[in-house]
């Protein structure tokens, strides 16, 4: 069975543009939840989705948002792209919306 | 928030010898995971600890969560080069900042 896919795999974009990121969950998980993780930290929260309703949103701006489509696939969308969104962006599934989580290998924005 | 610590930050050690890395809160958890997670790829679910004494075996890898399930270790004996990677520790939505452990041979 296939795992969590992301894609793009890499991305360079500059600033003030905006981006799309899209997952595709394990085969039959509702859940979808997308991380930022900057160089030497751990993976920070930024949206849970259950059956295509947002269960969850961390601490950040306004520019990101995000999506889930009801085949269960997801997006996240960045706009106004800043040098501090440079990041690995992971996406999670789980069947039930609770841990565990499998995750992606994540999508490797640079914003120049 | 649930603030989750771990310590130490970065560990070197020579193959062969034992290691023990550490999660703490001053919350109390329904659950841990613990991942590991290697240059460019996603973090790979390793344990999910449930209740507190809990002690879970992954070959040599020992896992315990708190009695009162506010933290957690991992332990490793005879490290190998393949153990080498970041592990992170998680709650429900939060992670640690994670363990780089560098294991030579």
């Known amino acids: 069975d296939a795992g969590v896919t992301q894609s793009p795999t890499h991305l360079i974009k500059t600033r003030g543009q905006h981006v799309t990121l899209r997952c595709s969950p394990i085969?039959?998980?509702?859940?979808v939840s997308w991380y930022q993780q900057v160089l030497g930290q751990g993976p920070q929260f930024i949206f849970q989705?259950?059956?295509?309703?947002?269960?969850g949103r961390g601490n950040f701006p306004d520019r990101f948002s995000a999506r889930q489509f009801p085949n269960y696939s997801s997006e996240l969308n960045v706009n106004a792209l800043l040098l501090g969104d440079s990041a690995l962006y992971l996406c999670?599934?789980?069947?039930?919306?609770?841990?565990?989580?499998?995750f992606g290998d994540g999508t490797r924005l640079s914003i120049l | 928030t649930q603030l989750l610590e771990q310590s130490p930050q970065f560990l070197s050690i020579q193959e062969g010898e034992n290691l023990t890395v550490y999660c703490n809160s001053s919350?109390?958890?329904?659950?841990l995971q613990w991942y590991r997670q290697e240059p460019g790829e996603g973090p790979v679910l390793l344990v999910t600890?449930?209740?507190?004494?809990e002690v879970k075996k992954l070959k040599r890898l020992t896992f315990q969560f708190g009695d009162a399930r506010k933290d957690s270790s991992l332990h490793i004996t005879a490290a190998q080069p393949g153990d080498t990677g970041l592990y992170l520790c998680a709650g429900p939505r939060n992670f640690g900042k994670g363990t780089s452990l560098l294991v030579t041979p």
């Open positions: 600890v449930v209740t507190g004494g």
């Open positions: 999670a599934s789980s069947a039930t919306g609770v841990q565990p989580q499998h």
């Open positions: 989705y259950y059956e295509k309703e947002e269960r």
């Open positions: 919350s109390v958890f329904s659950s």
């Open positions: 085969s039959g998980h509702k859940s």
